[in-house]
């Protein structure tokens, strides 16, 4: 653990003691029982159903433990199951692919490089392989362009590793079942302020409403042109991490056409866990809850 990462740990394990007065089971959730998930030696994942539908979730070594949560509680709540992508952003070590072959064997692990060989779909809009061959060491820019680029299903959903999935999303199963046309995306948090352009003006409100935790939508809604558009405009030179860190998700709310936000009662980030509750996203402030909250309310049924 590096001194940052020691410094970060010590932040939360605080805020576990003094906000959440749960200390205690933060601590033995996150360091002893929610990393049982790595030793269960069984397939914990489901046929697919649907080749029309891909799923698709960025993951690091650091976060291979919400990972296998996250996805395991995604096959015992959703019904309409189609191929999973799980994207290494080039921390992945052996054993974690191993570990993630075990508990979901239909998955296919996509390496840093394999995404560039479909290049070609941007081939109209050169610019943008530009940035991505300029900056496709990135997460941000892995997340926005290689589900697009690797998979070739109808419908495409993107989603973190820090969702812990309680019911099945009748609003993402009905928009593949009775072939919608409409894009989704959760919107808990927002980028306002964050995103420059290079004319001095910021994303505007509603288009920074959105949240990228939570991303559906059909291939045809992925539009080249307007993401083409927003990247003439954004200032790549920018140094500000929050400017970089909310670049992905303000692409996708930028270029996905017939865009419509998922109830905000259902997929939520700062709600805690109803009977409403479909999915709920453990940002970074919130990452305690995960353990002793999210884990907790599904150990019995996942492991």
């Known amino acids: 653990m590096t001194y940052k990462e020691l410094k970060g740990e010590l932040f939360q394990t605080k805020k ?26 069984r397939g914990m994942d489901k046929e697919i159903t649907s080749t029309e539908f891909s799923t698709h979730i960025l993951t690091p070594h650091k976060h291979m433990v919400m990972a296998c949560w996250a996805l395991v509680s995604f096959y015992k709540t959703h019904t309409i199951i189609g191929q999973l992508y799980i994207h290494n952003d080039g921390s992945l070590q052996d054993r974690d692919k191993k570990i993630l072959k075990e508990l979901f064997s239909r998955a296919i692990i996509v390496e840093p490089e394999e995404a560039a060989h479909s290049l070609y779909k941007l081939d109209e ?3 943008l392989q530009k940035i991505y061959n300029e900056n496709k060491n990135l997460w941000m820019i892995k997340k926005l362009f ?21 019911k099945d999303p009748e609003e993402i199963k009905q928009a593949v079942e ?6 989704l995306m959760t919107h808990t948090t927002h980028a306002r302020g964050y995103i420059k352009f290079k004319d001095g003006q910021t994303l505007d ?8 935790g939570i991303v559906f939508y059909d291939e045809k809604n992925f539009n080249l042109k307007k993401l083409s558009d927003y990247f003439k405009k954004v200032d790549m030179h920018d140094k500000d991490k929050m400017h970089w860190w909310f670049m992905e998700q303000a692409g996708y709310a ?50």
């Open 205 to 212: 409100d509603e288009t920074a409403a959105y949240n990228s």
């Open 254 to 303: 930028s270029c996905l056409d017939n865009l419509k936000k998922l109830p905000l009662e259902k997929y939520h980030v700062k709600n805690g866990v109803n009977d409403t509750t479909v999915a709920r996203h453990y940002t970074g402030p919130r990452r305690v809850l995960f353990y002793i909250e999210g884990v907790e309310k599904i150990k019995k049924v996942c492991i």
């Open 178 to 183: 009775k072939a919608s046309n409409d894009s």
């Open 16 to 41: 576990a003691f003094v906000i959440y007065k749960k200390g205690f089971a933060y601590l033995f959730s996150k360091f002893f029982f929610a990393k049982k998930i790595l030793k269960v030696n």
């Open 146 to 166: 290689d589900p697009f680029l690797i998979s070739y299903a109808k419908y495409r959903l993107i989603i973190d590793t820090d969702i812990i999935w309680f």
């Open 125 to 127: 809009y050169p610019e």
